[in-house]
């Protein structure tokens, strides 16, 4: 008995899951659509076949529900989800809202019908393979013959048994000129387009399948010192829900912001006020790090293949559906073939049947069999030049022909009409022997006819995700017992550090001359006796520990300089062998290289030196593992400060990665080249802002940076850009000397629609604009950097680009 059940379950569960997967939540490929999608639509082509004006949403339901047999809840959801995307419903009323959230109102009042392209691309009985639908009554469609990769322009989720589908959507155009690029076995590139915009990085996309990942920003803007705007959302979020999240990393210290205003209507505007003395840069990267203004969007192309469900790249669904697209398009052609051949052959058989006067012998018929059996005689002389054989329901018809008709035929339009048909007959020929042709002309009809308005939405860049460690705030207070061997936020009783964020990392030293990196905690036991405690960055090369110890008790002392460098957390190092009673007798951290000068006092001892003047810049800065140079033998006292040093390490080399917007001394990016301690950089941003940096280890300046560069006070710059104020061209040259040296500034035109073209550093600005070469230096005179600056004599510069003094040469 337990042996059937389990026979029955394994077979109940196989057949349910096969069911969901098939009928449920995973779509065709052939046609893009999950059943309930499909079946709302062949009852719209129903409805519109009857009546072309617009129906109500709860008349669409009811219609459906004789296909759909899973509530009008479902169908209504679907429905509506369909109409929001504007590609094959045309919407009538509220439906809703992508951006905000909003629901649609309720069915009664509002209105649907097909959109022109659903019926043009989504329909054709003759093409359509029928089955009945549950309860037999009538018969719904298989697969839609849809000529057009709907799956990738709407994208789709489905989650079913054991296997979950997420296809997301991609730009009507840009597919629509893939498919031309397959038919003519050519190479191209697919990438999601989301209707609520935003910027994309798709470098980790891997042709939507498992695995691949999309990430997708808020475009966020800057409007004054004071204001950001965000104008576009991220892809799965709303108005609501990212101002929520914006709040509630507010409310916790993630960002520090006065407050945010939704001012969205058709389109969307999130106004976030900044607190007095906010650097913009650095909210904006906040925003990105700990809000959804930042999300990632995880890829799984499943569709229906044959009865199956495959996982499929985009390229190869795009690639599958652009060939179903043919073969529909083939068999329309042929099917067209078929009825002109059939007009052809009925018009010139009609011709016959009335010049030839063969009607006539119908008379002398005195059976219906008898009068087929005269008129097929009479016909016999006649029907040579036919390209079918006369059969009897062509007589049939014949015979049918009103008297009226007859006597108001016209053989000069009969004539012409055949012509008309021959010349279609012969079009069809053509297109069947040239069908990839024809197949590139459908799609770029498609693209004329319904491209506009359908551009680009997602801006397609690069970027990494934004390090919280670079813009998290130091909200909390570090304390620490030096005597237990405790490090925490939550010791509040004990000694003041510094503030910390939850994503920092320290790094702390014991006077048994352990030390060990942790991350930021309530409490941390460390070990007893800490003598430092402070930030640690790995990546950190130039940072420099000075230390003295003793190697066991009363054992010999060693000087010793290390970087920390890459380390496991949480795990116990030693300076030295880790012999037992070993002890730190002087410990320094340098930011910079810097090596002190000390004296190490001996305990008394009879005949030996008891002071030892110490100069750390002798000493060669090696790996943490080294043991060091033995200073003495004997016991040590104690070790005091002499004299302050200054660096070792020379001048430091700055790297700029541009996806992360970080100017470090890892070596990640571009080299901006060595900086000493008074040197300063100066970067400008696409729109325009420029900032002075204080040179340092670790500069946060954002990304969209159009220059960068080691900055000088005197140096002449060179910028053509677009007025918006007074609708011109401009080219100004000017100096920074007396630009502020801590907050951000413009050196375009207060408007929004000021726009730089290019910034030069040449002595000698060389810029090609339009294909035609200037010398910049030329045009403007040297200003301050607020002048306007020059105008030019330009009405539209389509391309300006810098040409290379090795060019030049």
């Known amino acids: 008995m337990s042996d059937h059940l389990e026979n029955l379950y394994d077979n109940w569960y196989l057949d349910y899951a096969s069911y969901v997967i098939l009928d449920r939540a995973v779509p065709y490929y052939e046609d893009g659509l999950k059943p309930v999608q499909r079946r709302i639509l062949h009852t719209l082509y129903e409805m519109n076949r009857s009546d072309e004006r617009m129906h109500k949403v709860a008349n669409i339901v009811g219609r459906a529900m004789q296909y759909h047999p899973h509530g009008d809840v479902s169908i209504g959801d679907a429905l509506v989800n369909m109409g929001q995307k504007k590609l094959l419903i045309e919407t009538q009323g509220n439906w809703g809202n992508l951006i905000t959230g909003d629901s649609s109102a309720a069915p009664r009042y509002i209105e649907g019908r097909l959109s022109q392209f659903a019926i043009e691309v989504l329909f054709n009985p003759e093409t359509t393979e029928w089955i009945p639908n549950y309860d037999g009554r009538s018969k719904e469609p298989v697969c839609l013959p849809v000529k057009f990769p709907l799956v990738l322009a709407q994208g789709v989720d489905g989650i079913a048994v054991a296997l979950s589908t997420s296809i997301l959507p991609h730009n009507f155009c840009e597919l ?465 400060m002499l004299k302050k040093g200054s660096s070792t390490l020379g001048d430091m080399e700055l790297f700029f990665d541009r996806p992360s917007g970080l100017v470090s001394i890892a070596n990640k990016g571009e080299s901006l080249g060595e900086f000493g301690k008074f040197d300063k950089l100066l970067a400008v941003r696409e729109n325009g802002m420029a900032k002075i940096y204080e040179a340092s280890e670790s500069i946060l300046v954002g990304q969209q940076i159009f220059y960068i560069a080691r900055y000088e006070s005197s140096k002449i710059f060179t910028l053509l850009y677009f007025d918006g104020a007074g609708a011109q061209y401009c080219v100004k040259r000017f100096n920074l000397e007396n630009a502020p040296q801590t907050t951000e500034f413009s050196l375009l035109t207060d408007n929004p629609e000021s726009s730089m073209l290019l910034f030069l550093d040449e002595e000698v600005p060389m810029a090609q604009i339009d294909g035609k070469e200037y010398n910049l230096a030329e045009l403007g005179e040297i200003r301050g950097y607020k002048a306007i600056g020059s105008k030019l004599n330009f009405k539209k510069i389509k391309k300006a680009i810098k040409i290379p003094l090795l060019t030049l040469e």
């Not at 030839?356 to 069999?369: G, Q, R």
């Not at 329901?393 to 007859?406: A, F, N, Q, S």
């Not at 230390?547 to 970087?563: L, M, S």
Request: charged share 30%; with cysteine.
């Open 176 to 640: 629509c000129e893939a498919s031309i690029s397959a038919l003519r076995g050519k190479r191209f590139e697919l990438y999601p387009d989301f209707p609520t915009g935003g910027i994309i990085d798709v470098s980790d996309y891997n042709d939507g399948l498992r695995g691949g990942r999309i990430k997708v920003r808020a475009r966020i803007e800057k409007q004054d010192s004071k204001t950001l705007v965000i104008k576009e959302i991220p892809f799965g979020t709303t108005t609501v829900s990212l101002v929520d999240s914006i709040t509630k990393a507010n409310e916790k210290g993630k960002i520090k912001i006065k407050k945010v205003d939704d001012h969205t209507s058709s389109s969307v505007e999130l106004v976030i006020h900044l607190q007095p003395g906010s650097d913009p840069q650095t909210v904006i990267d906040a925003l990105y790090a700990f809000t959804d203004c930042e999300k990632s969007i995880a890829p799984n192309n499943c569709v229906i293949v044959e009865n199956k469900p495959q996982f499929l790249g985009t390229k190869e669904i795009l690639k599958k559906s652009t060939a179903h697209t043919k073969e529909l398009l083939e068999w329309e052609l042929t099917n067209k073939m078929n009825h002109l051949q059939e007009r052809w052959h009925l018009v010139s058989l009609e011709k016959i049947f009335i010049e030839k006067e063969v009607y006539e012998v119908i008379k002398k018929a005195h059976s219906k069999e008898e009068m087929i059996t005269l008129v097929g005689n009479v016909l016999k002389p006649y029907v040579k030049k036919l390209r079918r054989k006369v059969e009897t329901e062509d007589i049939l018809k014949l015979v049918e022909i009103p008297m009226r008709r007859i006597s108001l035929f016209d053989q000069k339009k009969a004539d012409e009409l055949l012509k008309e048909i021959d010349a279609q007959i012969k079009e069809t020929a053509y297109n069947l022997e040239h069908l990839i042709d024809y197949a590139v002309n459908w799609f770029k009809e498609l693209l004329r006819k319904y491209g506009s308005g359908r551009e680009r939405k997602s801006q397609i860049g690069e970027f990494d995700k934004v390090s919280a460690i670079h813009v998290a705030l130091s909200n909390q207070k570090l304390y620490v017992h030096r005597k237990e061997g405790f490090v925490g936020t939550s010791l509040k009783k004990e000694e003041y550090l510094f503030d910390v964020s939850e994503y920092d990392d320290l790094i702390a030293f014991c006077q048994d001359g352990t030390f060990k990196v942790f991350k930021v905690s309530d409490k941390a036991f460390i070990g007893k006796d800490i003598l430092l405690v402070e930030k640690f960055n790995k990546d950190d090369t130039r940072r420099i520990y000075n230390v003295i110890y003793q190697d066991g008790k009363d054992g010999p002392a060693y000087i010793k300089r290390f970087n920390v460098g890459g380390i496991t957390r949480e795990k116990a190092y030693s300076i030295g062998r880790g012999t037992a009673g070993s002890k730190l007798l002087w410990i320094t951290s340098n930011p910079n290289g810097e090596a002190e000068s000390v004296t190490v006092f001996l305990k008394p001892k009879p005949r030996i030196k008891l002071e030892i003047p110490t100069d750390f810049s002798e000493c060669l800065v090696k790996g943490r593992d080294a043991i060091g140079n033995m200073i003495t033998k004997y016991a040590v006292k104690t070790v005091k």
